[in-house]
């Protein structure tokens, strides 16, 4: 079955820098929509970041914009999130999303989930 393992993740003070990676195997990584969501501890898992197959339409959270870029490298079937100017709120576990279909879909359920690499921003 499809395997999707996220790394990159760790400890980072305000205003650093992290790019999250996320692996894909044993799935036809192309025709995925990928996703980046995140869960803080006592909250639910919130969105984050999406990008289409291809690469060419991207989706941010409000809280991220700006300061999140996803990005995807089918010929290594990674999917990337680079995230700069870090602030405590962004803590949490984040997790790696695949969606069958030719662009994200709100209303579609995510098909494959990583098991998370956590963020922790200190002040």
């Known amino acids: 079955q499809a395997q999707l393992v996220e790394s990159g993740g760790g400890s980072v003070q305000v205003g650093g820098s992290l790019r999250l990676s996320c692996a894909a195997s044993?799935?036809?990584?192309?025709?995925?929509?990928m996703g980046w969501y995140r869960q803080a501890p006592g909250k639910e898992r919130e969105f984050v970041a999406a990008?289409?197959?291809?690469?060419?339409?991207?989706y941010y959270a409000d809280s991220v914009k700006g300061r999140a870029t996803i990005s995807r490298n089918n010929a290594r079937n990674t999917v990337y999130l680079q995230m700069n100017s870090l602030k405590p709120e962004d803590t949490a576990v984040y997790y790696c999303?695949?969606?069958?279909?030719?662009?994200?879909?709100?209303?579609?359920?995510?098909?494959?989930w990583g098991q998370g690499t956590q963020v922790t921003v200190s002040s």
């Open positions: 999303a695949a969606e069958y279909g030719s662009t994200w879909r709100w209303d579609a359920e995510v098909d494959f």
């Open positions: 990008i289409d197959r291809f690469g060419t339409n991207t």
């Open positions: 044993r799935l036809t990584f192309s025709l995925y929509c």
